[in-house]
């Protein structure tokens, strides 16, 4: 496709339940961003694949948080257990690079946990 | 602590005026700086940037200043237009994939 698709667009889960949030990048970007972005604040960084290698995963929250992108295309991020304090948007962005002006953002999944 | 600070939640301007977005940081480290817009319901896209080694940056209606002793930069938009209306967020880096984002800035274009 044309951009970043993210899926769902709402996901609305009980709180103790795992979700599963899905991020399809650009064709033939290499890297691959996640971002949670709470309501009222700016997106904060998750992790970052390059390929199929996680670079960096120091800003995923708690060790509930896992990211997976096994082929170097498709991304999951999976949230086990999730608590209300995971209700936010969570942003999926790729690029052919890594610098931010490259980055294309997909719409994101807005997670609901009650 | 919020390394990347928009300290106005909003700002409301008349078509055609000037619309300035003002962004504080906090890090010396950071080399690299953003603007993105982002409309309802939609991914933030990227607007223009800036280079520390910089201090201004052009391209069309939109300008970036960057002012390195005082760690601040604004974003500004002229003639603004209606289409503009969106919330507006400031990102830095330093020399790292990882952008640090402010909280944002609601703007309203008048007609």
């Known amino acids: 496709g044309a951009g970043v698709s993210q899926s769902p667009r709402y996901k609305v889960a009980k709180r103790g339940q795992d979700v599963a949030l899905r991020c399809d990048p650009i064709s033939g970007h290499v890297s691959l961003f996640w971002y949670q972005q709470a309501l009222g604040q700016g997106p904060e960084f998750l992790t970052y694949?390059?390929?199929?290698?996680?670079?960096?995963k120091s800003g995923l929250p708690s060790d509930r948080f896992f990211a997976e992108r096994p082929e170097g295309s498709v991304s999951t991020l999976k949230i086990q257990r999730t608590q209300q304090e995971d209700s936010a948007v969570y942003l999926c962005?790729?690029?052919?690079?890594?610098?931010?002006?490259?980055?294309?953002f997909g719409s994101g999944t807005r997670l609901t946990v009650v | 602590d919020q390394q990347v600070k928009q300290n106005s939640p909003s700002l409301s301007v008349q078509e055609g005026r000037i619309s300035i977005l003002n962004c504080d940081y906090t890090n010396s480290m950071f080399d690299y700086f953003l603007w993105y817009k982002k409309y309802p319901a939609e991914g933030p896209t990227f607007l223009i940037s800036?280079?520390?080694?910089?201090d201004k940056n052009e391209d069309g209606r939109f300008t970036v200043f960057l002012n390195k002793s005082a760690k601040h930069l604004s974003l500004h938009i002229v003639p603004s237009q209606p289409g503009d209306s969106a919330v507006y967020f400031c990102?830095?880096?330093?020399?790292?994939?990882?952008?640090?984002f402010g909280s944002g800035t609601r703007l309203l274009v008048r007609p």
């Open positions: 800036i280079s520390s080694i910089k």
């Open positions: 990102a830095a880096s330093g020399n790292s994939y990882k952008l640090i």
């Open positions: 694949f390059q390929n199929e290698a996680q670079l960096d």
């Open positions: 962005a790729s690029s052919l690079g890594d610098r931010g002006d490259g980055y294309t």
